[in-house]
């Protein structure tokens, strides 16, 4: 935008470039120019941000929950963006809360800075799940009960992360609460064999898949040989 033959010059740039040259010769008294004198000038490069600071397992329907980012040098905006879920605040800051889709399995959060040049970053990323329900242990009680047989118990051992258990028989009757990590049941008066099972429900509402233990009402013993004559007068 000024005189090109001085020591120096202004200059507009594009609105939009990856890199230029702006290049100087002199010319002498008798209009001899000499070789070109070059710099290169690019745009500054924005900075990717550090980690995203935030919970990594959470529960569908949960609502704000804040991720984070420590500022990032010469940024001068930021841009949040997530795969599912609603950010409930701005997304040009070095923060976000947001709302958790009521049903998901796993969702994206990411964040780039954007420079005074108003050029982005790449992104950082992170990936946040639905805590899984952990498959219970083994079911401990009797495998071989009589029919009528009252009070019998079945048990299963404390599991991580769970605030509930389901147990199910496929016959008979529970004759305590079915939410705690043992059963008492009657069996039915005649029966062949049933199933007792039981799954986790996590805090979020997740229940796991069902361990099962079958119960078999015990055969008569079939009896040996009989003795005695076979042919008698």
């Not at 529970?174 to 062949?192: E, L």
Request: glycine share 10%; charged share 5%; aromatic share 6%.
């Amino acid at each position: 935008t000024t005189a090109t033959n001085g020591t120096s010059i202004t200059m507009n740039f594009p609105s939009s470039y990856t890199s230029l040259t702006v290049s100087v010769q002199t010319i002498n008294s008798c209009g001899v120019a000499s070789a070109f004198k070059t710099i290169t000038v690019k745009p500054p490069v924005a900075t990717t941000p550090g980690n995203i600071t935030g919970g990594t397992s959470v529960c569908a329907g949960s609502t704000g929950k804040v991720y984070s980012i420590a500022p990032v040098a010469g940024a001068v905006s930021y841009n949040w963006v997530v795969s599912a879920g609603t950010v409930t605040t701005a997304t040009n800051g070095t923060s976000i809360t947001m709302d958790f889709p009521a049903t998901y399995t796993s969702l994206t959060v990411k964040v780039q800075s954007i420079n005074v040049c108003g050029v982005d970053s790449k992104f950082k990323s992170i990936t946040v799940c639905a805590p899984a329900a952990t498959t219970r242990g083994v079911i401990t009680g009797e495998t071989s009960v009589c029919g009528g047989s009252t009070g019998k118990t079945y048990s299963i051992a404390p599991v991580a992360g769970a605030v509930s258990y389901n147990w199910v028989v496929s016959a008979g009757t529970i004759t305590t609460a079915t939410n705690g990590t043992s059963i008492a049941m009657d069996f039915p008066s005649t029966y062949t064999s049933l199933t007792v099972k039981v799954q986790s429900i996590n805090v979020c509402g997740v229940a796991s898949a069902f361990k099962s233990l079958t119960v078999a009402a015990p055969a008569a013993t079939v009896p040996a040989s009989i003795s005695g004559p076979i042919n008698e007068v």
